[in-house]
């Protein structure tokens, strides 16, 4: 049975990323990761688990714009209009990722992990996730609360949950 959304606080982050393997083995799925605001720390997570090299091959850190821009395709237009941490740049961000590493499913992250840089439209805690492949995505936005760090750590948890979820959706395993 499918782990339901009140369960899903209760998972480590650790036993989050060897689930994600076991799905990603049971539907033969590839990920990848595209991370802002998490510098890795989804990446990271995944290439823990002995074995992640099966179904994870590359990952991208684009911290800033221009690397968007360069390794994933953000387009300099969806910048200008909607800001890095927006619905529209992650889409876009996991569809590149996607697109360039071949992956079959992948998440992107943006967000305003503190202590500074937030906004009356996008304080503090604001992350933008989307999940989805080249030609499909779904984008969600969160508020995450704490310190910068523990910002980051819950946005590396939601990452790995939607990932997991997705994978279990298709496979309709346990």
């Known amino acids: ?9 209760d998972v480590s982050v650790d036993a ?6 076991k799905a990603c083995r049971a539907t033969g799925a590839s990920v990848t990761a595209a991370e802002s605001c ?41 910048l200008a209009t ?11 961000m996991v569809a590149g990722a996607c697109r360039d590493s071949g992956a079959t499913l992948g998440v992107a992250i943006s967000g305003v992990a503190g202590p500074g840089g937030g906004s ?12 989805g492949d080249d030609r499909a995505q779904d984008a969600e936005r969160h508020h995450l609360p704490g310190t910068r760090g523990e ?5 590396v948890r939601m990452a790995l949950i939607g990932l997991v979820a997705r994978l279990e ?3 309709g395993r346990d």
Not at 1 to 9: D, G
């Open 1 to 9: 049975m499918a782990i339901t959304l009140e369960e899903w606080r």
């Open 16 to 21: 989050l990323a060897e689930r994600l393997g």
């Open 38 to 78: 998490t510098g890795g720390g989804v990446a990271s997570a995944i290439t823990d688990v002995a074995g992640s090299s099966d179904y994870f091959e590359t990952g991208y850190v684009t911290y800033a714009n221009s690397a968007k821009q360069r390794l994933l395709g953000v387009r300099e237009a969806t």
């Open 82 to 92: 909607h800001g890095a941490v927006s619905a529209e740049t992650v889409r876009e």
């Open 120 to 131: 009356a439209d996008k304080p503090v805690g604001t992350v933008w996730f989307a999940w």
């Open 151 to 155: 910002v980051r750590r819950a946005a």
């Open 169 to 171: 959706g298709e496979s």
